[in-house]
Nanobody, 123 residues
Framework: QVRLMESGGGSVEAGGSLRLSCGASTQAVTMYCMGWFRRILGKDREMVATIELNGSTDYSESVKGRFTIVRDNTKGTLTLQMNSLKPEDTAMYYC?????????????????WGQGTQVIVSS
């Protein structure tokens, strides 16, 4: 059974940094795609960053240059380093995985979701 467990959320002032981590069960480390989505209050889930099994990454335009996604297949971990945080980054962040193919930007392609971790950025 694939399990994804996030940690590292919290509250920070604008301009600050946070690092989110996602621990994955053994089966999860071989998933074609892993990534991070977020749900901002009142909006649908949106892609933040994804990373393929071969290390190729993709970022949403709103976080490009500020966030970095890293995957360690040997340890089964996924991290999201978030720098220069803005109040509009406030959201619930979810670690996701997809076993049936490469990364996509829509949430419906992802088979596995963590429980989420809250990020709050104050101005």
């Amino acid at each position: 059974q694939v399990r994804l467990m996030e940690s590292g959320g919290g509250s920070v002032e604008a301009g600050g940094s946070l690092r989110l981590s996602c621990g994955a069960s053994t089966q999860a480390v071989t998933m074609y795609c892993m990534g991070w989505f977020r749900r901002i209050l009142g909006k649908d889930r949106e892609m933040v960053a994804t990373i393929e099994l071969n290390g190729s990454t993709d970022y949403s335009e709103s976080v490009k240059g500020r966030f970095t996604i890293v995957r360690d297949n040997t340890k089964g971990t996924l991290t999201l380093q978030m720098n220069s945080l803005k109040p509009e980054d406030t959201a619930m962040y979810y670690c996701v995985g997809r076993s049936g193919g490469g990364c996509r930007s829509t949430p419906y392609h992802y088979d596995y979701w963590g429980q989420g971790t809250q990020v709050i950025v104050s101005s």
